[in-house]
């Protein structure tokens, strides 16, 4: 029997004491401890890493602090498109979806794509349509909108049009917001689930790195589980998710220094931002990244913890 491991995030970027605060940093603090909380019970239960990391990511989903599900950021012409990806270490099985409107949960709709396809990603209304059929229940794309979200959408267009920087301090908070959960159960087995509503103002389809096995997402048994934040171009260059398991797996790196590597060497060296979850098999964790903040929660046995800001342990 192992014991269980979990570790969530909520986005990494522009997450700075001075702008939450009060009730909004309680409130951030509630929803990461009740989802943590959520996860650990879970495998405590003897439920699967995958039933574990489905569930957190689901709880994290329904709340509008963070940028996946309901309260989603917005792409150009106003309407969510979600992106989620799911995989189990046992075998390799993976699935994910991308750029979908009418669902509430984009990660179950992921682990659907897995479980009951031949197919790993599957975009757009060829999802929506495989969804319906394995029993998902659509929704209006409207109710996935927090009102707010259609202000900051209307700051950022008209900063576009301005020619100011597209992404401006004040608008920083918003490009951010992926929420994942990795976690090791007491059989040993490993899992990792992202999601995300991707990038504000996003246009032409774009999709990021969320749902890419490998570069946002990766389990394997062999070496660890998985879990992205951040400017998603770069994740998918440098296919982050494998990158860390390679590092594991063929070139003998201890877990915390390869992640540590990757965040702060390899992506700073290329001015990229955000952070990663992981958890390898032989149950250590780490929380990495390079930006203000990172929305963030662990739990094993004897260890319970709960952060947002750089300058927490």
Not at 77 to 89: Q, T, Y
Not at 192 to 217: E, F, L, Q
Request: some cysteine; glycine content about 12%.
């Amino acid at each position: 029997m192992n014991e269980p491991v979990i570790i969530l995030h909520g986005g990494a970027g522009n997450i700075l004491p001075h702008l939450l605060q009060g009730a909004a940093r309680m409130e951030a603090e509630k929803v990461l401890s009740q989802a943590i909380d959520l996860g650990y019970t879970l495998l405590q239960s003897g439920a699967s890493a995958v039933d574990a990391v489905e569930k957190v990511v689901c709880a994290l989903e329904e709340h509008p602090l963070f940028n996946a599900g309901y309260g989603c950021v917005l792409n150009a012409a106003g309407i969510p498109e979600l992106d989620a990806s799911i995989m189990d270490g046992r075998n390799l099985r993976n699935g994910a979806v991308a750029g979908i409107s009418r669902f509430r949960h984009p990660i179950t709709v992921a682990r659907r794509v897995m479980e009951q396809s031949q197919h790993n990603l599957l975009t757009g209304a060829g999802a929506e349509a495989f969804a319906i059929e394995a029993g998902c229940l659509p929704v209006e794309p409207e109710s996935l909108i927090f009102p707010a979200r259609r202000a900051q959408l209307k700051a950022v267009q008209e900063a576009d049009r301005s020619g100011l920087p597209f992404f401006v301090d004040e608008f920083d908070s918003y490009k951010y917001g992926t929420v994942g959960a990795v976690a090791l159960d007491s059989s040993g087995n490993l899992a990792a689930a992202t999601s995300t509503g991707g990038m504000m103002n996003k246009k032409y389809g774009r999709v990021g790195d969320s749902p890419i096995i490998g570069a946002g997402t990766y389990a394997n048994n062999a070496t660890c589980a998985v879990s992205c934040t951040g400017q998603g171009e770069s994740f998918m260059q440098n296919v982050v998710a494998y990158d860390l398991h390679a590092m594991l797996l063929y070139g003998g790196m201890e877990h915390a220094e390869a992640a540590k590597n990757i965040i702060h060497v390899k992506l700073k060296a290329q001015g990229a931002e955000g952070g990663l979850i992981s958890i390898d098999k032989n149950g250590s964790a780490v929380m990495e990244f390079n930006t203000p903040g990172m929305y963030r929660a662990f739990r094993k046995k004897d260890t319970r913890y709960v952060g947002m800001f750089n300058a927490e342990p």
